[in-house]
């Protein structure tokens, strides 16, 4: 893959930061579950919490291609870290970034770029997971404000976000996925309450939390893009979100990797290092394999998704890709490590907990096949 030079620079900073502050604490957050806002707030002073918002909102305005190298990079150490910036800039930030008004612009963007408080998206209901469609929080329109209700789950970043953009229907009549709106929702906003903190397999130290939305007033002009166009915005929203899952996805299978191949070159049994056996060497080379096949995918859509051309194909490729290899690829890291593979002394157990909610959020593995199969068969 070829990398311009700013491109080279972002990604070392990123490993750099990662090896430094991450590597020290990823086992420990993993089990406390503790989200790690110091660190957290550092990526932000690093830019990394404004790759998506533009220059003259205060964020560094990057290409996709770098992005996802700071994605991968963070999540090749902790995924947790990974996917707190994967929501908030890619499921948070840019969608305000693209479809906000000059003065949303204005309000939300600066501090989601300095850290001061993070973005993200709330979508999923209990009626409406894989059907995105089946949406049943309200909005209903009250002079110049709207009034939202109902309930979303397994929102990111809840309790630390300023704002989240919110999807409910605004056209009972409407079917399906028309007649939903979205809408940006300052956290403090009265009647709007982000729950108690799921506790989680994987991704331990992310934020995941139910939310629950009585009567919640907001300003008319907190609608965000077109009435009634909100299926269409999140399907673009999460047309990009599936290309940071593909590299955080990406990032944990490097980082499994990694420590597989190394402790295979130590390890030795029967007189000698067990990267000397067949069994072993083969099983780093499929690893080895797959994981520059999702690299080459994820970086496609990257490519396309920067040169303005259509990448929404190619992102369900790379995310369906990516998140099976972190899978298989941290279940052949736990087996080459055998016993210590299976214990918390080595980190591709936590990778392997990790690497599961890949194959899950933001479009499970059927959906993205779905999402694939129906592009392949299109007239
Ligand atoms: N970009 C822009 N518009 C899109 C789109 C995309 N990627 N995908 C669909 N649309 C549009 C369609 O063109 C269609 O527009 P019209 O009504 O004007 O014709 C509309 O949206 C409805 O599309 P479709 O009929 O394909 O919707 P379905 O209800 O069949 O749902 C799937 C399609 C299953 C692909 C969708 O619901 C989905 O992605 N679900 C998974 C959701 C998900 O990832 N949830 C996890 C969230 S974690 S943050």
Not at 226 to 232: L, T
Not at 250 to 267: N, T
């Amino acid at each position: 893959m070829q990398l311009n030079e700013n491109q080279k620079m972002i990604r070392q900073m990123a490993r750099d930061f990662a090896n430094a502050k991450l590597a020290p604490i990823a086992a420990k957050i993993d089990e406390t579950a503790e989200f790690p806002e110091a660190t957290v707030k550092e990526m932000g002073g690093l830019g990394f919490l404004g790759l998506a918002v533009p220059e003259e909102f205060g964020g560094v305005g990057s290409d996709i291609t770098s992005y996802a190298l700071v994605i991968e990079e963070v999540s090749r150490v902790c995924g947790s870290h990974g996917l707190t910036l994967a929501a908030h800039n890619s499921l948070g930030c840019w969608p305000i970034a693209e479809l906000g008004t000059q003065e949303q612009k204005q309000k939300f963007l600066p501090p989601a770029a300095s850290g001061e408080s993070l973005l993200s998206f709330g979508l999923t209901e209990s009626e409406a997971g894989s059907d995105a469609g089946g949406t049943r929080t309200t909005a209903v329109r009250d002079g110049d404000h709207w009034i939202l209700n109902g309930s979303k789950m397994w929102i990111t970043n809840s309790h630390y976000a300023g704002a989240l953009i919110i999807t409910a229907k605004t056209d009972p009549e409407a079917k399906g996925s028309h007649g939903i709106s979205a809408f940006i929702v300052p956290t403090d906003t009265p009647g709007f309450t982000v729950e108690k903190k799921e506790d989680k397999l994987g991704m331990r130290a992310s934020d995941t939390a139910p939310l629950t939305l009585e009567d919640v007033r907001i300003p008319s002009d907190y609608l965000l893009g077109k009435e009634g166009e909100g299926f269409k915005y999140f399907m673009m929203t999460l047309d990009g979100g599936r290309i940071s899952i593909a590299a955080v996805a990406l990032g944990l299978a490097v980082g499994a990797y990694g420590v597989a191949r190394d402790y295979s070159k130590e390890r030795e049994q029967f007189g000698r290092p067990i990267s000397k056996f067949q069994a072993i060497e083969f099983m780093l080379a499929d690893m080895a394999t797959q994981i520059e096949a999702s690299r080459l995918l994820t970086y496609e859509a990257c490519r396309l998704k920067d040169a303005g051309e259509d990448f929404g194909q190619m992102a369900a490729m790379a995310k369906l890709h990516a998140s099976e290899t972190a899978m298989f690829v941290t279940d052949k890291a736990i087996q080459i490590l055998g016993g210590y593979g299976f214990t918390r002394e080595y980190p591709v157990e936590r990778m392997y907990r990790d690497a599961k909610l890949c194959t899950i959020g933001e479009g499970t593995s059927e959906i993205q096949r779905m999402v694939i199969g129906r592009t392949e068969l299109k007239d």
